[in-house]
């Protein structure tokens, strides 16, 4: 997939993150010049390591609920700056609501000054504890907003609505990718979500720790796959928000034993209580993205959980 013109620039907010070092690749594949900044709250230089002396690409250290200014024209803003794990939004709530805030309004504030498009990484989260399975863009969710969970899915749901404010009133490009549950290298040893804490456990030999009696449901898309969403929804005319994973629904307990059998591990598994409002169920339709941009997933499961055991077994 090409770019839109040779050596454009795009900023990656949050771009030493998991997913924000997957899309810098990315994007200096299909030809663009990439500034990534982050404050290295969650994200670690680690992930860019390998990009460091390219004349193509940039880091930036700074935190986008300052005022953010890049001196140079810009093809697209990308906002995946943000606290992303329950363990994240637990440690650092006030910050998680500011970058969802601040940060997007900053962030959008940069994309209009340099007449560039802007994508906005949203999150599943925005359909909360769902009464509609599985979930369609045109469902507007059921979120506590007063929950531990709500920092989180608050600031994503006020992320959308100030991005498509934007849109309406100062007629920016805007994309919002709703992302559901994505896996792969990179992600952090101590991220807390379930497949990273499996697989760290079962390498350690540890009993797999299972919220709940496991029977609620994920989606997991491998990292590779949601990218290639998100540098399609790039370059895309598309406004509305789009769901963005993998559809095939697995219940926890399965994954547990899944990354148990695929790391060779002899561990059992222990069960804790189920989080506050912890979703039950969590399914995109993926209708809109299959018929818009041409995407779906096509990495198998079991292979990505491969790549990512391997992965983690390097850095522990």
Not at 122 to 151: C, F, I, K, M
Not at 195 to 205: K, M, S, Y
Request: hydrophobic content about 40%.
């Amino acid at each position: 997939m090409s770019s839109a013109g040779p050596r454009r620039t795009v900023l990656v907010t949050g771009g030493a993150g998991f997913l924000g070092s997957h899309l810098c690749d990315r994007l200096l594949d299909d030809g663009f010049r990439v500034i990534a900044m982050d404050n290295l709250l969650t994200g670690s230089r680690d992930n860019l390591a390998h990009l460091e002396g390219r004349d193509d690409f940039r880091f930036v250290l700074h935190d986008v609920t300052g005022f953010v200014d890049v001196a140079e024209p810009l093809y697209g803003v990308v906002h995946f700056a943000s606290p992303a794990s329950p363990r994240d939004y637990h440690d650092y709530p006030i910050q998680t609501l500011k970058v969802g805030s601040l940060g997007t309004h900053n962030s959008l504030g940069l994309a209009k000054a340099r007449g560039a498009r802007f994508l906005l990484a949203s999150t599943s989260e925005v359909y909360g504890d769902p009464l509609v399975h599985p979930q369609a863009e045109t469902y507007w969710g059921n979120v506590n907003p007063v929950g531990p969970r709500g920092v989180y899915d608050e600031a994503k749901r006020f992320a959308e609505a100030m991005t498509m404010a934007y849109h309406r009133v100062h007629g920016v490009d805007t994309k919002i990718a709703r992302i559901f549950n994505t896996f792969g290298p990179r992600m952090r040893l101590d991220d807390g979500r379930a497949i990273p804490a499996f697989i760290t456990q079962a390498l350690a030999g540890t009993p797999l720790t299972v919220f709940g009696d496991g029977s609620q449901t994920r989606s997991f898309c491998y990292v590779s796959d949601l990218i290639d969403g998100i540098a399609r929804l790039l370059v895309s005319d598309l406004h509305d928000p789009v769901n963005l994973g993998n559809p095939a629904e697995w219940t926890v307990s399965r994954m547990a034993r899944t990354i148990r059998d695929l790391c060779g591990a002899r561990v059992g598994v222990v069960h804790e209580p189920l989080p506050v409002d912890d979703p039950k169920v969590r399914q995109p339709d993926i209708d809109l993205a299959r018929r818009t941009l041409g995407w779906e997933p096509r990495v198998a499961l079991e292979d990505g959980l491969r790549a990512t055991i391997d992965d983690f077994r390097r850095r522990l």
